[in-house]
């Protein structure tokens, strides 16, 4: 057996502990997928990136509806939404009659719950330290900014909010 005589200087540590962000792609795709799940209503929608956590995915989609019905919709409405990006889902998980549908896409994964089975899971608890992408932008949000504040600097001023 022959000595390893190769040892890993500071640079090579440094290195490891780069962080790794989504691929543009995963990033326009989850965007996609919030936009979908929100023509149906769907709410609480949060893009999380995982990519420097996880080998196998970039970005989940987390989102909540309030039926079985609305649950449907919004899982058909991304499916189709994406598909028009030639993009199918690689695996899919659950129902809606179960309260949760996962769509695997690869490089994103849309975790859609009933309020009762999101509060369950607990993805918000799980993966509550990783960066947040803006839902229509894709932007990396600021850690120290709600997803509610980070909206309200999206919304267009109002007419009728004017005196």
């Not at 309030?66 to 991304?78: G, P, V």
């Not at 309200?152 to 004017?162: G, T, W």
Request: with cysteine.
């Amino acid at each position: 057996m022959v000595p390893c005589t190769e040892t890993l200087n500071d640079q090579d540590l440094d290195d490891q502990d780069e962080d790794v962000p989504a691929t543009e792609e995963a990033v326009m795709l989850a965007v996609a997928a919030a936009d979908a799940a929100d023509d149906v209503r769907a709410t609480d929608l949060e893009i999380l990136d995982v990519a420097d956590l996880l080998a196998v995915v970039d970005v989940f989609l987390v989102g909540t509806t309030a039926s079985d019905r609305q649950l449907k919709a919004a899982t058909e409405r991304i499916e189709e939404r994406l598909r028009d990006r030639d993009r199918k889902p690689l695996r899919r998980e659950g129902t809606p009659a179960s309260g949760w549908v996962l769509l695997d896409y690869g490089d994103l994964v849309c975790h859609l719950f009933s309020d009762e089975q999101r509060d369950f899971y607990g993805l918000d608890r799980l993966w509550a330290d990783v960066p947040r992408r803006d839902r229509v932008t894709g932007e990396t949000l600021d850690p120290a900014m709600p997803p509610a504040a980070a909206a309200l600097l999206r919304e267009p001023d109002r007419e009728d909010l004017e005196p």
